[in-house]
């Protein structure tokens, strides 16, 4: 597909013209009513460039962006006041909130932006219309947001986090101004072209999070282009049932065993070796103070909790042996944590596959951390975001589009 990109949208000029972004400020947030604190500002500091790029050609910026998922009416909790003030603090330019998103507050707020102000809508996904799957409710709403910009406005889609969703604010506005894709989608897509067209190899995959279910269909695209997956996680214990393992009382969906046992069949035909853990932190319960041992994977119940015994970590063996995988790599791509990284007992194999990564992007590979929990897993463990060759803003963006599948916030875009 092509595109018309914010370069050309910037050779048109935008000065004197009100231009519509949808950006990814969807942040993890920490604390209480009304005293809520960005855990992780990385969504927010990646947003910058293009508002930036906008906010000095002369545009008035007009910012959509979404926060967690609230009921289609405004909740405090969901408000988008933490990433504004983040914004505001990073910000070289002007940089307002409005009180809502298309009523009298927005559209006066709207009518008032100078050249070079950006202003930040409330939470989109505060209007049900957003996220409705009548057609014609999001165009009604699209038509408002677009009535926003005016009549010479334009739309720069910036948010690749959210182009897997046919959304009024990604795909619906879209088809009612000019449309341009932003910086910070193109280059997940160079990336992600890298991963599934041509891929220097050796290539390794690295998977982890807490459920298997989350990523067959990409475990299943993944078959036959990548040289190793390397599995962690709480989706590790499915993998370990369905080789004939006992794995104690350890995250298990047994509904999965046997998807799993035709992946590692189809692995092993296809020319993709799946890596498993040879050893597990097994904890004697879910919290960051429980006691914890290690045990051969294939003895989780013969250690020292027996069947009680819940594994929150790759062990350490299982650390260096990814590791020494990864170190083989040309290319790899991270996505899950191989364990409960929010307890600093259990995050020894998350750290481990980072540093892992950070010595291959060293080393003149190419390294993809798969945004959401790994890209705020890396940073709360004190990983900087240039030792990476790339840390996705997408999510679950990025794995329906390695699942192969169809994104309608790239269709909205694409020009014949």
């Known amino acids: 597909m092509a595109y018309a990109s914010l ?6 000029g935008v000065r004197g013209r009100r231009v519509l972004v949808r950006s990814d400020l969807n942040v993890p947030l920490e604390g209480e009513v009304p005293d809520l604190r960005v855990t992780d500002d990385g969504r927010v500091r990646a947003s910058l460039p293009v508002l930036r790029k906008l906010s000095e050609a002369g545009a008035a910026v007009i910012v959509l962006a979404h926060l967690g998922r609230p009921k289609g009416a405004p909740e405090e909790r969901y408000s988008l006041k933490p990433a504004a003030d983040v914004l505001r603090d990073l910000a070289d330019f002007p940089v307002t909130l409005a009180a809502d998103t298309t009523g009298e507050g927005a559209r006066s707020a709207a009518a008032a932006l100078s050249d070079g102000e950006v202003l930040l809508l409330e939470n989109v996904r ?15 709403f699209a038509r408002e947001l677009a009535d ?30 000019p449309a341009y894709q932003g910086d910070l989608v193109r280059a997940e897509l160079v990336v992600l072209e890298k991963l599934t067209k041509d891929p220097q190899r050796p290539f390794v995959v690295a998977l982890g999070g807490s459920k298997v279910s989350d990523k067959l269909a990409v475990i299943e695209n993944l078959i036959g282009t990548a040289d190793r997956i390397l599995v962690g996680g709480g989706m590790v214990f499915t993998f370990l049932a369905a080789q004939g393992h006992r794995v104690g009382a350890s995250l298990l969906e047994e509904d999965q065993i046997d998807a799993v046992r035709g992946y590692l069949e189809r692995g092993a035909r296809d020319g993709t070796q799946f890596v498993l853990p040879t050893d597990i932190v097994v904890a004697e319960k879910f919290a960051a103070d429980a006691g914890s041992s290690v045990a051969a994977a294939d003895a989780i119940e013969s250690g020292t909790f027996g069947a009680s015994g819940i594994g929150l970590d790759i062990g350490p063996a299982t650390g260096q042996d990814f590791a020494a995988n990864i170190a083989e790599a040309k290319t790899v791509f991270w996505n899950g944590p191989m364990g409960v990284f929010e307890f600093d007992a259990f995050a020894g194999g998350t750290r481990a596959v980072a540093q892992a ?15 959401g929990d790994s890209a705020a897993a890396v940073r709360g463990l004190g990983f900087a975001d240039e030792q990476f060759g790339h840390i996705s803003t997408g999510g679950g963006a990025s794995l329906e589009y390695l699942e192969g599948k169809e994104l309608p916030g790239l269709t909205a875009l694409a020009r014949d």
């Not at 505060?126 to 009604?140: G, I, L, N, P």
């Not at 910009?149 to 009612?176: E, K, T």
Request: charged letters at 25%; glycine letters at 10%; hydrophobic letters at 45%.
């Open 357 to 371: 990564l950070v010595d291959a992007q060293a080393n003149g590979a190419l390294t993809v951390v798969g945004g």
């Open 126 to 140: 505060f209007d049900a219309r957003e996220t409705s799957k009548d057609d014609a409710e999001r165009a009604a």
């Open 7 to 12: 370069d050309d949208l910037l050779a048109e």
């Open 148 to 177: 926003l910009a005016g009549p010479d406005g334009a739309y720069v889609d910036d948010a690749f986090g959210a182009v897997h969703r046919r959304h009024a604010s990604v795909y619906d506005v879209a088809a009612l101004l």
